[in-house]
């Protein structure tokens, strides 16, 4: 299921019309009019987003984005896609959990991205299309990597040996969502670290196991009041 131009429900588009035949396109163009999408996204959610809006904020014609997008949702997802150009599975490989957090803490700690995640959380129900572009682009790099360090940690024994680190970034996932839904957006980076080491505390992570099984290992009384 597709947007229209004012957000009502249209038909599929034709192969066809994906590529609609006229002059060269422009990259300015093409990035103002993604720029434009975007922030009309974070700030007003998809109820009030509209190629005629998003036209007039990009300064150029509604003609200018439909011969570059066939509809609103394209629109978005290439929107979404473009946000997370630069993301890439090499940049998200951390050498422990200390660093992987303090990665995951920076882009939390951002207002943009964690306006942008909200709004397409928010937006599963009636466009799922933009929350799989999201994952397509970022969330599912993010995830696989997260999966591997835990995987690392769990062999260094600073995670149970019985942990399953799918699980765990499951919940890190979940804590990290309930963490934009509950906490404003003024959050330091150190505060949002602060709070996904606690998450994992309770997951058994003990970054002074030194090798130890951690499951097996005595808790200290300080631990145990944590």
Known sequence: M?????????????????????????????????????DLLIERG??????EQIA????VTRATVYRRFPNLT???????????????????HWPDIEAMVTDWAGHLSRPRAR??????YGSVDDLPELLGAYHRAHGQLRGQAVRATLE?????????SDSDPAILQHLLSGAALQHLAACPDTTSAGEVKA?????????????????????????KEHEAHE
């Open 2 to 38: 597709k947007l229209g131009d004012d957000g009502g429900r249209t038909a599929e588009p034709s192969a066809q019309s994906t590529r609609p035949p006229g002059r060269p396109r422009s990259r300015e163009a093409d990035e103002a009019i993604l720029a434009a999408a975007l």
């Open 195 to 219: 709070y996904l080491l606690a998450v994992l505390r309770q997951a058994g992570h003990r970054p002074d196991a030194g090798g130890t099984p951690a499951q097996h290992r005595p808790q």
């Open 56 to 59: 007039r904020r990009a300064g």
């Open 152 to 160: 690392e940690a769990r062999a260094a024994g600073l995670l149970p």
């Open 46 to 51: 998809i109820g009030w987003a509209s190629i």
């Open 74 to 92: 394209e629109l978005l997802v290439r929107a979404i896609e473009w946000e997370y150009r630069e993301a890439d599975a090499a940049s998200l």
């Open 115 to 120: 306006r942008l995640i909200r709004r397409l």
